[in-house]
């Protein structure tokens, strides 16, 4: 009986993955929740009209960017202290950080606060750590396939219950109802939540250099972080032209915010349907075969967006592409895993989690840049260059399999 086997019969891994749902999905919507009134809080606040698109931007991104430079921090201290006590960590500070926005006097203390809440974020990835570090090997796909589906979940349904919200009790009310949801989600961490870890000494730490020396599969390792990479930067690259181009394939402009919703939200859908099943077929017979053909099919959806002549059409492709993004996570999460020695998981996750946030941050950029000089069809043929690129170091980089003994 290995170590992980030995940890499942010591703790409920299964409640811990329903109450690690619990508190991906609340929060996934935590950080979703404002982006429909963003930009019209930050002008109620005083900032210049012509300047409200920067501020919304620097708002949006200021927040990945933050927790992008922190990820190494927290998931060393995680592999010190444990996962669990990170994640109580994140769910406190994003309690105070997010609550704390319905206070601020002007645009400058927003965007203090948006970075604080990205330096004390990262409950989601550390809730991926310890399910990867609980859950059977044999059902890691699965379990992490299924945990996937909350972030999902709270992020699909973030922006139309924020915007319900706001309507109902005024932007500043959300941040409290937010602030308060997240103190939920600390207070069922707080116990709910089981970890058998033994806390080490930071001297006694095995030092990354040697978790590397360990693996057998380290090129895969650095492969998987670009894919996490590219597959944010695929799904922000188009966040900032989707509405307008969708207004453009409308022609009449009538029912664009409706027609946007759920084209921005079908994505979701097809993702949470197909996450724990593809995690369970990446168990079956290979993740990394889940994650090639995870790639493959996003190029095939990709491309033909740039050519659609009305809104229904890209919102099948949209639902289509939902189908590849429920390979690709807990494809990428599961092979880390499973490749990853125990002692070194929790930092390995928060490296991949800093890919994930540089994505979030370039991928608007490019998007906005590509649209500025080439129009908004030629966004979909640039993200699909990159993703191009990635099944070919992928290919190159699963050329011998996959070793997953450890």
């Known amino acids: 009986m290995d170590g992980k086997e030995g940890l499942s019969m010591r703790v409920d891994w299964k409640r811990n ?3 690690s749902w619990i508190g991906c999905f609340f929060t996934g919507a935590s950080f979703s929740l404002v982006m429909p009134f963003l930009p019209l809080y930050i002008e109620e606040l005083g900032a210049p009209k012509s300047q409200v698109e920067f501020f919304a931007g620097m ?3 200021i ?5 992008a430079i922190v990820a190494p921090l927290w998931g060393n201290l995680a592999d010190q202290k444990g996962r669990r006590l990170m994640m109580i960590r994140a769910s406190a500070g994003m309690t105070l ?3 704390s926005l319905a206070f601020v006097p002007n645009v400058y203390w927003l965007l203090i606060m948006r970075f604080l809440n990205g330096v004390l974020s990262g409950y989601i990835p550390n809730a991926t750590a310890l399910i990867a570090s609980q859950a059977p090997k044999e ?16 992020n699909l349904i973030g922006p139309s219950l924020g915007g319900l919200l706001a309507e109902l009790f005024g932007m500043r009310s959300v941040f409290m109802i937010t602030g308060a949801v997240l103190f939920i989600t600390l207070l069922l961490t707080i116990f709910l939540v089981k970890e058998d870890f033994q806390p080490i000494e930071k001297q006694h730490m095995v030092p990354m250099v040697d978790i590397f020396k360990q693996m057998k599969n380290v090129q895969i390792i650095f492969g998987l972080f670009v894919t996490s990479l590219i597959l944010q930067l695929g799904v922000t690259s188009i966040s ?12 009449d402009g009538k029912n664009v915010l409706l027609s946007s919703g759920i084209i921005v939200s079908v994505v979701g859908v097809s993702a949470m349907i197909s996450s724990p099943i593809l995690g369970r077929l990446g168990d079956r017979i290979g993740n990394h075969k889940v994650l090639l053909g995870g790639l493959i099919f ?3 959806c990709f491309i033909p967006m740039g050519f659609v002549q009305n809104p229904f059409q890209l919102g099948v492709l949209r639902f289509l592409l939902g189908f590849s993004t429920g390979a690709l996570m807990p494809s990428i999460n599961t092979l880390i895993s499973k490749i990853t020695p125990v002692e070194g998981v929790s930092r390995m996750y928060s490296y991949n989690q800093m890919f994930n946030n540089f994505g979030q941050v370039i991928g608007p950029m490019i998007g906005s840049t590509v649209a500025y000089h080439m129009g908004y ?16 170091l992928s290919l190159l980089n699963f050329r011998k399999g996959v070793d997953y003994s450890l």
Request: charged share 5%; proline share 2%.
């Open 17 to 19: 993955l329903y109450i």
């Open 59 to 61: 708002a949006l991104s």
């Open 63 to 67: 927040t990945a960017l933050a927790a």
């Open 97 to 99: 950080t997010m609550g």
């Open 139 to 154: 059902k890691s796909g699965w379990a992490l396939g299924t945990l996937a589906t909350g972030a999902i979940a709270g």
């Open 240 to 251: 900032p032209i989707l509405t307008l181009y969708i207004r453009e394939l409308s022609g």
């Open 298 to 300: 996003s190029l095939l």
């Open 377 to 392: 069809r030629s966004v979909f043929w640039v993200t699909s260059i990159f993703v191009a690129v990635n099944i070919c």
